[in-house]
């Protein structure tokens, strides 16, 4: 069966409320960072999770802290979904020495090994071969953690997404192979870009098993990700996961959006992954609306101390320029 | 005591004592193991050390440089052979987009230390697709370091010491030069992969080279100073971070200086080692500097052509006799 219907709780209710705090976290996070993109203070390119949300933070809360995580250059949410603290991915937009990255990645390249978290990587489909390799050094060093490896759709159209998947089932290592499909690569549809356009078909070909899930529930996604992570770990083998999502903004800053119809965008947004959730913790019982309204105020507070601590960040001075190019002895 | 090894001899010999030395080195590559490397230099390799440390690898350019730089960042040290440089344009954006920037990007907390070993340059009548020379575009990019393997001592040693660094090695062997037999010091070794060396002093000019200019430009020095030239020869070795100190102050010596590469002229190590004697020590020079470069064409298959195409030992001593004798 390639399509998953099943659901998932939190493991309990202190996990529950904490997922929900993570997708409100990112929602305004990001909408924060549009408004400072405006602004000028974020430069480069800005690719907003807005939508997606359900997807880092539904396959996140399944690994372990000693797992691997790789991103897109869209990952400002599974960066905080890692528990990267939003002062210093704000920073690291910013450009200022107190980034995640010293300030030298910027929005794309946002990394943090202390968190196991690598990359925030720009080209796409780069780093579907770096995980295989990461995954096999685990498998090599008889580790115990496994390599998650999130990507678009867009990306299961490279060369490189085929070799990857190929070499991670030929020797057999523990990889998660998460596939964002948010329908749109930059602006080409799922349909120009692909003739099988059921992602998770893709898998069979390398004898991957492979699931699709709906990325707008985040009670799916937990459910599809603690059985992908368990037959990985405990498999020692890759899983595909393809989480069908939709992105409610634009590609990146520099996106008229000619390509799809704003009615297609608002039926999504009906689906909205933050609203289907929080109507699950109320019917739970976990959650009530006051406290709900508590959380998106802390969650405020908690963005705009990321924006100070931004504001008031270092510039790196420029006699450090050449620094980080070759190791120092 | 010396002894007589083929360049293909000497570079099993280093793989062969870095996996004996490093329980996390391992090499992969197509072909490695089964059929005991392309041009044979892992041969038994697969036998003595098994399949974990010797992989063969399907035809995945991409993706097997790109598992090998996964590998180096979590901790192994792998080697990575890329069959021929001619092949690793497909890996071309693993070694430029992720090995060379992941410790820049990550504001130095990234480490890669692969080494990427490649057959490189002419070997017998091979055509357009299989002899290319391109050293000049690795050389081309911060964060990798680029050795050029021009003598047996570098052969049997480089790859020891190109595996001590933390950093992304792209290490140029010579599929033409394998079968080449060289007497060497049985306990000879190279002591770093950061300078070029003078391999013969010399007072009257400089000749500057690498990887298969080597030792085309020692038998030239040989019949020149039969003709009463000394001359002085440098092998670059590493191409990037390009060691200027070594020729500027031969050049500074000498005050002639002629370069002789296989890579296409325009654009190339010997463009740059120009620029850098000009800039640096031009006050010392008695004459232009001369450049002895690949010829800008796709290598013709013709034995004839091939030989035209890039300099030989005959147009070095041509060369440099002209410029002794201001001819």
């Avoid at chain 1, 946002?110 to 770096?130: E, R, Y």
């Avoid at chain 1, 929080?278 to 963005?303: P, R, S, V």
């Avoid at chain 2, 052969?155 to 992304?168: C, H, I, K, N, V």
């Avoid at chain 2, 890579?263 to 004459?287: H, N």
């Amino acid at each position: 069966m390639l399509q998953s219907v099943a659901k998932a709780l939190p493991s309990d209710q202190k996990q529950g409320l904490l997922l929900l705090y993570q997708m409100i976290l990112i929602r305004r996070f990001e909408e924060k960072a549009a408004e400072q993109y405006s602004k000028a203070k974020i430069r480069g390119f800005l690719h907003l999770y807005i939508g997606e949300e359900a997807v880092a933070v539904g396959v996140i809360q399944a690994l372990n802290d000693d797992d691997n995580v790789l991103a897109t250059y869209r990952e400002h949410g599974h960066a905080l979904a890692r528990g990267i603290d939003a002062d210093s991915i704000m920073a690291e937009m910013y450009g200022k020495l107190e980034g995640c990255s010293r300030g030298r990645g910027g929005s794309m390249h946002l990394f943090d090994v202390s968190k196991n978290f690598f990359g925030g990587n720009a080209i796409v489909c780069s780093h579907l071969p770096v995980a295989v390799g990461m995954a096999l050094a685990s498998k090599k060093q008889k580790k115990s953690n496994i390599s998650c490896c999130f990507f678009g759709e867009g990306a299961a159209a490279e060369g490189e997404f085929h070799e990857a998947m190929n070499l991670a089932a030929l020797w057999k290592v523990p990889v998660l192979f998460v596939c964002e499909n948010n329908l749109y690569a930059m602006g080409t549809a799922l349909k120009y870009s692909h003739s099988m356009t059921e992602i998770e078909k893709k898998g069979a070909a390398y004898g991957i098993e492979s699931v699709a899930v709906d990325g707008m529930d985040l009670t799916a996604v937990i459910d599809a990700a603690n059985k992908a992570v368990q037959k990985v770990r405990s498999e020692t083998k890759p899983f595909l996961l393809v989480c069908n999502t939709y992105r409610f903004r634009a590609h990146s800053m520099f996106d008229a959006e000619l390509y799809r119809e704003k009615t297609e965008v608002d039926e999504w947004k009906k689906r909205d992954p933050i609203p289907q959730y929080q109507q699950f913790l109320l019917e739970q019982q976990w959650i009530t609306e006051a406290e709900i309204e508590l959380m998106k105020q802390k969650i405020e507070h908690k963005i705009q101390m990321a924006v100070d601590f931004a504001e008031a960040g270092t510039w790196e001075p420029l006699d450090q320029l050449t620094k980080f190019v070759y190791s120092e002895k | 005591m010396n002894t007589t090894l083929t360049y293909r001899e000497a570079l099993k010999q280093g793989i062969r004592e870095a996996l004996q030395k490093d329980e996390n080195v391992f090499l992969m590559g197509e072909d490695v193991g089964r059929y005991g490397g392309a041009f044979a230099v892992s041969k038994g390799l697969l036998q003595e050390f098994g399949e974990e440390r010797i992989m063969d690898v399907p035809l995945s350019e991409s993706g097997f440089v790109g598992a090998g730089i996964g590998a180096a960042l979590a901790g192994m040290k792998p080697i990575v052979e890329v069959m021929t440089v001619n092949f690793s344009l497909l890996a071309l954006d693993q070694i430029v987009n992720n090995a060379a920037t992941l410790q820049h990007m990550s504001g130095g907390q990234l480490h890669v230390p692969l080494v990427i070993r490649m057959g490189c340059g002419i070997s017998k009548q091979l055509g357009a697709q299989h002899s290319h020379s391109w050293e000049p575009f690795y050389a081309h990019v911060p964060g990798l370091v680029v050795l050029s393997v021009g003598t047996h001592e570098d052969a049997r040693g480089m790859l020891r010491l190109a595996l001590q660094s933390q950093d992304p090695v792209v290490l140029f062997e010579y599929t033409g030069m394998l079968n080449l037999e060289k007497e060497i010091a049985v306990d000879s070794d190279i002591l770093d992969i950061s300078k070029g060396k003078v391999l013969k002093k010399g007072k009257d000019i400089t000749i500057i080279t690498y990887g298969t200019g080597v030792y085309k430009c020692l038998e030239a020095a040989a019949e020149l100073a039969t003709a009463g030239i000394d001359a002085e020869v440098i092998d670059l070795r590493v191409l990037r971070p390009l060691d200027e100190f070594t020729f500027l102050a031969s050049v500074a010596k000498t005050h002639q200086a002629i370069i002789v590469e296989d890579a296409w002229r325009s654009v190339s190590i010997s463009s740059e080692v120009s620029a850098r004697i000009m800039e640096k020590t031009f006050y010392d020079l008695d004459a232009p500097v001369v450049r002895l470069c690949g010829v800008e064409v796709p290598m013709p298959y013709p034995a004839q052509l091939e030989e035209a195409a890039v300099p030989q030992k005959q147009d070095i001593v041509n060369a440099v006799k002209k410029m002794i004798h201001h001819d």
